[in-house]
């Protein structure tokens, strides 16, 4: 099938990079090469880009330029927070949910033979139990909080504003994952005062992919995991990655310049998706919060179970659309979703994750309806 005919619907796994993105990339490989670490002035142009860039970003999230580290992407940047937290901050027990991203996860559990890990209860809906989460803090002095902003695959959202308040009370550290929300919401770091790290990735806002970055709260005591050179203010050495590093910062300005707008037509195809959905396949269930206290770029739903509905991420990729099964970091995995374990849902309805970007329209919403139609009720 020609590239052109297919439908994408999996934009919480990766976005299509603007072309205006590309385009302010390519001198920072061609004409502006040069090592950052340089002191001629190739390296010093680089290094301005880079610093230009810091600041862009800072001025988004309300804090400053020096409280953001460059990373290859939301992956190191939880990595970083937790080795921090653990190697520098000492932190006495890591607390997390269970419906966590993978990159969290997984950190969370390499650690666990040093210091407990501790999992918050959570609802039905993905929602964190706050009264939970303040009996944990208070047994467990200074811990580490890393809850994500929004989950990647059932769209909840995380009240971080009352968890942000908790760990102060507690006087402990926060970690949360916004590589969901990043250039989706305004985030601002200044009314966040208690969140000591937060994590960002670029491919999810139309910017290059193997780029992010790790927000470290100022006065909080870090060391690099990656060794080397001194970039990064000692936090991260390795030659930066300046072309991506501009690229992430035009995708994030256009995406706060347009942020109303794309949040406006991404909501308005949600709601048609989720109309028509419910005309055709009245007995389905939405997993997650819905309304307001959901990340609107995402639609998490699950099929009763026939014999038609048990492959039918697969069935849609023949017919040209994607959409995800579960977690998109594990696409190609047919096992249940840990996300939806967690919450409880019933394995045994096929669950779909449809992520819908301000660049699908609703054309491509009545073709994934009638494809579903014709996998599911021939
Ligand atoms: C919530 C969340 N955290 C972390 C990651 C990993 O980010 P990256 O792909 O930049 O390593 C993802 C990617 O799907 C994600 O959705």
């Not at 908790?166 to 919401?185: E, G, I, M, P």
């Amino acid at each position: 099938m020609d590239i052109k005919e297919k439908i994408y619907f999996d934009n919480a796994a990766s976005t299509p990079m603007l072309e205006e993105v590309m385009y302010e990339m390519i001198p920072y490989m061609r004409i502006a090469f040069g090592n950052p670490s340089s002191t001629h002035s190739f390296g010093r142009e680089t290094k301005s880009a880079i610093e230009f860039s810091r600041k862009k970003i800072a001025d988004m999230l309300k804090c400053k330029a020096s409280e953001i580290t460059f990373t290859s992407g939301g992956s190191e940047a939880n990595n970083l927070a937790f080795y921090i937290a653990v190697n520098s901050l000492k932190v006495n027990a890591i607390i997390t949910a269970k419906t966590e991203h993978k990159a969290v996860l997984n950190t969370a559990r390499s650690y666990q033979e040093q210091i407990p890990v501790l999992y918050v209860d959570i609802d039905k809906n993905g929602i964190v139990d706050l009264d939970h989460l303040e009996r944990l803090l208070a047994e467990n002095p200074n811990s580490l909080v890393s809850l994500m902003h929004a989950n990647n695959e059932i769209g909840t959202l995380h009240p971080i504003q009352k968890i942000n308040a908790l760990v102060s009370k507690y006087n402990c550290y926060f970690h949360t994952d916004a590589v969901q929300t990043f250039a989706h919401y305004p985030i601002d770091l200044s009314q966040l005062s208690n969140i000591h790290f937060l994590s960002v990735s670029a491919h999810k806002f139309h910017g290059p992919k193997g780029i992010g970055f790790l927000y470290i709260k100022k006065g909080t005591k870090s060391l690099s995991q990656i060794k080397g050179g001194p970039q990064e203010r000692e936090l991260r050495a390795g030659t930066e990655n300046v072309s991506a590093i501009v690229g992430m910062t035009l995708a994030a300005e256009l995406a706060y310049k347009d942020l109303e707008d794309r949040k406006a037509t991404v909501l308005a195809l949600r709601e048609e998706l989720k109309i028509k959905l419910l005309e055709h396949f009245p007995l389905i269930k939405f997993n997650g919060i819905q309304g307001e206290n959901s990340l609107y770029t995402i639609l998490n739903v699950s099929f009763p179970p026939s014999k038609s509905s048990d492959m039918l991420p697969f069935a849609l990729d023949i017919k040209g659309i994607a959409v995800s099964a579960g977690s998109a970091c594990s696409s190609g995995s047919t096992a249940f979703s840990h996300v939806l374990r967690a919450i409880g849902s019933r394995d045994d309805w096929p669950a779909i994750r449809i992520s819908i970007s301000h660049l699908n329209n609703s054309n491509e919403i009545d073709r994934l309806i009638l494809a579903l139609k014709e996998i599911l009720l021939k």
